[in-house]
């Protein structure tokens, strides 16, 4: 019998939102999916058609091609239960029908079922809702907009899509969204695109979509994963290999590396990474489940988590790979010359090749690597248990983040706003030329860049973030005047900007192999005298005591915090006003370990954390409170930001790092006549964290392996060696 979109429509409506309640009952997802009977479908939809008025987004393509490659890799999908449609196929009619013949007619109780969508998002709500109204509030006045198809197209309401959801079999539903609900759709000032088609009328426009807010509302079976809330835009921009969605490169990111973890922690740890430093709280990803569950699809059993995936049996003597699991930073400066080791699925072939690959070629996310040799020659293998070619004795797996080649020299790109008239180009083009940290200056949507120089109004110039947000706000005489004045007045600003990224380059929680764990906690008082955790982290592949076995078991409730959320935790956690926080520490390895805090604080302030004279911070199997609890430290001040710290820990002392520190330490702190080295622990505001920071990768890149070959400009850095620790927060 033919399908009737229009019966299927209505009875997907009949469902009725009064009747959107499922209960609690059901395993969670992944433990579903991991049924070896059930199936897995995926439907991906890339809209990227604008609509009038508004230009085709890029990223869309590029999206649904990332999501269908890391589940088919990763998660074991066939081909044949993934359905992607494109600008060219992603139109309402083309994804009614194959919603009704991929997942309604295929999807049986116990299958698991993953719809994406990239592309526009409308939002149409009546003014007397909230600017940020809750899912429950905003759903009736939410729409996603297809491609286009013959005459205007109608737009799918999000309740709907839920309601057509709901109507399947399969209960274990996860519906993800990477567009945004803005109720405009301005243009950002930087480098990245809005995906806020803004207030268009499309309950006018759909038959389907409800005329009135539901009495009560359930997802029942669906866990909603939004790029952003309802009244937010989401963004997307070129990520250095490929243009993506913000929110789903971050995505894939996780998918790659979650094997032992619920895939929210790293979910919710890389977005935040890619977002707040771009749009601070203008985009904060939503996860929306009614039995609160965080997880996901399971991958592989067998296969161990990584940052990419082997495509291909070898060829020859190279490995072809996609290394998507790694920061846009890592991707476009770190990547070429680094190292991997290749961890298969299985193989029947009892001898090891080469452990370590080293990328040779990179195109985008896809990469050749080529084998080393192995660096302890002594160890030759016999001709029984050698592979007769490497294509036996590999399959397909993970590879994992062994060397990191780090350039020797950083600088930044510029790029112009599209205010700026052709002279004041030409100027501003002449004016960050003559900077030494500047490398690149590019037109704004031309590719990435570091921050975006433009107008705040006529004759006033300043630095902007790629989403818009003021990088540091100037004075009226600092802003205003010659453009070539105006950006000699930047300096400082650009310094602060090269320090944070070179710690974003060295940024390594998935790949760090030092035994380590932190928690952050702030002090409470009053009925609940107990810490709140603010953000726990704990090292995935470092070795144990021994080398062998797992490591040892977390910290007991007594030392720390440890709970499991019952509902899923604040994208940015938030600390209150004139608070303390502490820093525990453990480190399970065999090695000392030196370190500090280095960043930028709530108040716009470059700072270290010095919590040891000597920077020596943890001894073998020593765990350490930071500040201690009788001397608290670590105040945070009254003024409303975000604070972005990175936690660095090396097996070798810092003492370039310490003697910067010294020279950087402002006046406000100590007597000048007094070195940091007589200081007792605390958080120093320092005139220049670059020459911090540089000392740092001096420190970090002076152990290099001596067995690998790298160019002259590069140098790498052994995962075992160092970790580099994002922690941000956001101070009300």
């Known amino acids: 019998m033919r399908f009737d979109r229009r019966t299927f429509l209505r009875g997907g409506m009949a469902l009725g939102f009064g009747s959107w309640v499922w209960g609690r009952g059901g395993q969670p997802l992944a433990q579903s999916l991991a049924v070896t009977n059930a199936q897995r479908l995926a439907l991906l939809i890339g809209g990227a058609w604008g609509g009038e008025g508004l230009k085709p987004l890029q990223g869309c393509d590029g999206d649904v091609a990332g999501i269908a490659e890391v589940l088919q890799t990763r998660y074991g999908l066939p081909a044949s239960n993934i359905v992607s449609l494109t600008q060219q196929t992603g139109t309402f009619d083309t994804i009614a029908e194959t919603f009704d013949t991929h997942l309604r007619q295929r999807a049986k109780k116990g299958d698991g079922v993953v719809v994406y969508f990239s592309g526009y998002g409308v939002y149409d709500p009546p003014a007397e809702l909230p600017r940020y109204p809750s899912w429950e509030q905003a759903l009736p006045y939410l729409g996603l907009l297809p491609s286009a198809g013959g005459d205007r197209p109608p737009y799918v309401s999000l309740a709907t899509l839920i309601s057509w959801l709901q109507s399947l079999k399969a209960k274990q539903i996860t519906l993800i969204l990477d567009c945004g609900f803005a109720q405009s759709a301005g243009t950002l000032q930087g480098n990245l695109r809005s995906r806020s088609a803004g207030r268009l009328d499309f309950r006018a426009a759909n038959q389907f979509a409800p005329a009135q807010p539901p009495t009560k509302f359930s997802l029942g079976p669906v866990t909603l994963m939004s790029a952003a809330a309802p009244g937010q835009t989401a963004v997307e921009g070129d990520m250095g290999a490929t243009t ?49 569950s965080p997880e996901f699809l399971s991958p592989l059993p067998s296969y161990p988590n990584g940052e990419g995936g082997i495509l291909a049996t070898p060829v020859g003597q190279s490995l072809q790979s996609h290394l998507a699991g790694l920061s846009p930073l890592v991707q476009e400066n770190a990547l070429l010359h680094s190292c991997y080791q290749a961890t298969a699925i299985a193989t029947e072939i009892p001898f090891l090749p080469p452990p370590l690959w080293q990328v040779s070629h990179r195109k985008g996310q896809r990469v050749s690597l080529v084998p080393l040799p192995l660096s302890n020659p002594d160890k030759a293998s016999t001709k029984e248990n050698e592979p007769r070619s490497l294509t036996e004795a590999i399959a397909l797996g993970s590879l994992r983040e062994i060397y990191r080649a780090v350039p020797k020299s ?48 006529t004759h006033r110039y300043t630095l902007f973030t790629e989403g818009g947000e003021l990088l540091q706000p100037l004075t009226k005489s600092e802003s205003s005047g010659a453009i070539k004045t105006v950006v000699s007045s930047l300096e400082s600003s650009l310094n602060r900007l090269l320090a944070v990224k070179w710690l974003t380059l060295l940024a390594n929680p998935d790949s760090a192999r030092l035994g380590v764990q932190v928690s952050v906690t702030q002090a409470t008082s009053g009925d609940n005298p107990l810490p709140r955790s603010l953000y726990e982290w704990r090292s995935r592949r470092g070795l144990p005591p021994g080398g062998v076995g797992s490591p040892p078991n977390p910290l007991t409730s007594g030392d720390r915090v440890t709970s499991v959320p019952s509902a899923p935790p604040d994208f940015l956690p938030t600390v209150a006003a004139n608070q303390t926080l502490q820093c525990h520490l453990e480190n399970w390895g065999n090695d000392t370990l030196y370190g500090c805090l280095l960043g930028i604080d709530n108040r716009n302030l470059e700072v270290a954390g010095i919590f040891d004279p000597q920077l020596l911070l943890l001894n073998p ?112």
């Open 410 to 457: 950083l600088g930044l790109t510029v790029a112009l706003g599209d205010d700026l008239e052709r002279i004041e180009r030409v100027d501003a083009t002449s004016a960050f030329g003559a900077i030494t940290n500047v490398e690149g200056i590019i037109n704004a949507g031309d590719g990435r860049a570091d921050c975006v120089f433009g107008k705040l109004d």
């Open 621 to 732: 199997q020593q765990r350490l409170t930071l500040p201690h609890p009788e001397a608290p430290l670590w105040s945070v001040s009254g003024d409303k930001g975000i604070a972005q710290w990175f936690l660095v820990l090396s097996r070798y002392p810092l003492t370039a790092t310490l003697a910067a520190i010294s020279q950087q330490v402002t006046s406000n702190n100590s007597p000048a006549s007094s070195p940091t080295l007589a200081l007792p622990p605390r958080l120093l505001v320092l005139k220049n964290l670059l020459p911090v920071v540089t000392a740092l990768v001096t420190d970090l890149t002076g152990h290099p392996p001596a067995h690998v070959t790298v160019p002259e400009e590069v140098t790498l850095l052994d995962t075992a060696d160092w970790l580099s620790l994002p922690i941000m927060y956001q101070v009300l």
């Open 244 to 292: 993506m969605g913000v929110f789903t490169y971050g995505l894939i990111q996780s998918l790659w590396e979650m094997a032992d973890s619920p895939l929210m922690n790293g979910l919710w740890a890389h977005s935040r990474a890619l977002l707040v430093p771009r749009l601070g709280t203008l985009q904060t990803p939503q996860w929306q489940s009614a039995t609160n």
